[in-house]
T-cell receptor, first 114, second 113 residues
Framework: DAGVTQSPTHLIKTRGQHVTLRCSPISGHKSVSWYQQVLGQGPQFIFQ???????GRGNFPDRFSARQFPNYSSELNVNALLLGDSALYLC?????????????FGDGTRLSIL | QKEVEQNSGPLSVPEGAIASLNCTYS??????FFWYRQYSGKSPELIMF????GDKEDGRFTAQLNKASQYVSLLIRDSQPSDSATYLC?????????????FGSGTQLTVLP
């Protein structure tokens, strides 16, 4: 079975632009979470979606938004890009949003802002 | 105080030795505990999870949880050079409706041939 798939793998943008990152969860998984990982740090939680509803949001500005589609895939949108948004963006899927359901990560999208 | 703390390392062990990785967490109500392995330039890969006090073994890996001490550890027996990676400890806290992972900064492990 395919794991979590993310696209694109790499992206280069300039300040002020907008970006959309995409994620397809493992088949049968209904919960998707997004994380940002900067070099030398652990991933930081951005959003969690379950059954198309936002279940939680981390400490990120309103420039960050996301949604989940009926097929459980998800998009992360970032507006007005800043240099500090350069990071590895990770999508994780799990069966559901419960604490005993492990999250599995995709390969990530590496975003570079020039 | 950070929510999840790990020694950043680097931790070096000889091939065949036991590597011991430690993690402490601040939220006493934390429910679930995970260890992820991350190779340089790659994404985190889940290797162990533990929910109850005590030990959980899976092959060469043993996770240990002590909720009273707010401490979770990962032991890697018979360490191999392929185990060289950054190991991330993550917990799911008790608050909020989302069950997001809160990560430590990771411990860099090098297994010397």
């Amino acid at each position: 079975d395919a794991g979590v798939t993310q696209s694109p793998t790499h992206l280069i943008k300039t300040r002020g632009q907008h970006v959309t990152l995409r994620c397809s969860p493992i088949s049968g998984h209904k919960s998707v979470s997004w994380y940002q990982q900067v070099l030398g740090q652990g991933p930081q939680f951005i959003f969690q979606y379950y059954e198309k509803e936002e279940r939680g949001r981390g400490n990120f500005p309103d420039r960050f938004s996301a949604r989940q589609f009926p097929n459980y895939s998800s998009e992360l949108n970032v507006n007005a890009l800043l240099l500090g948004d350069s990071a590895l963006y990770l999508c994780a899927s799990s069966l559901g949003p419960y604490s005993n359901q492990p999250q599995h990560f995709g390969d990530g999208t590496r975003l570079s802002i020039l | 105080q950070k929510e999840v703390e790990q020694n950043s390392g680097p931790l070096s062990v000889p091939e065949g030795a036991i590597a011991s990785l430690n993690c402490t967490y601040s939220d006493r109500g934390s429910q679930s505990f995970f260890w992820y392995r991350q190779y340089s330039g790659k994404s985190p890969e889940l290797i162990m999870f533990i929910y109850s006090n005590g030990d959980k073994e899976d092959g060469r890996f043993t996770a240990q949880l002590n909720k009273a001490s707010q401490y979770v550890s990962l032991l890697i027996r018979d360490s191999q050079p392929s185990d060289s990676a950054t190991y991330l400890c993550a917990v799911i806290r008790s608050s909020g409706s989302a069950r997001q992972l809160t990560f430590g900064s990771g411990t860099q492990l090098t297994v010397l041939p």
